[in-house]
């Protein structure tokens, strides 16, 4: 989808990328954050997070200190996220859950060994 969005951008499809929130647009680092901005901005557009106005001011230098600062947070939020997922399948594993996609039947394994000495081959 990102990639299709600077596609677009470098067109001038749109002037103007609006987004809920910077944690919405990227949970990436600041420096991978500042690159997609940078990259919206050499193309002419404009971008505006339609809950944080502080990052819609002209003044450059300002924008981009509240950007490194937001997007330094999005990046840590992404990281407790992760912790706190991983944090709640140890307990589950713990309870005896068991995690992960199921496993094949006997019945299964047996028919896709029939059909692959018929012949068969994967699909792709």
Do not use: Y
Not at 87 to 101: K, Q, V
């Amino acid at each position: 989808m990102r990639l299709r969005l600077f596609e677009d951008a470098s067109c001038r499809k749109f002037d103007l990328v609006l987004f809920w929130a910077l944690d919405r647009f990227s949970r990436e680092c600041m420096v991978q954050t500042f690159m997609h901005l940078q990259r919206l901005d050499s193309n002419r557009v404009k971008f505006h997070s339609h809950t944080e106005a502080h990052l819609n001011t002209e003044n450059e230098l300002v924008r981009n200190v509240l950007l490194a600062i937001l997007s330094s947070l999005a990046k840590v939020e992404a990281k407790k996220i992760s912790e706190r997922t991983k944090a709640g399948l140890e307990r589950a594993r713990r309870r005896g859950a068991r995690i992960g996609r199921p496993g094949l039947g006997e019945g299964m394994r047996s028919e896709i060994t029939r059909r692959l000495a018929d012949g068969a081959t994967p699909l792709p």
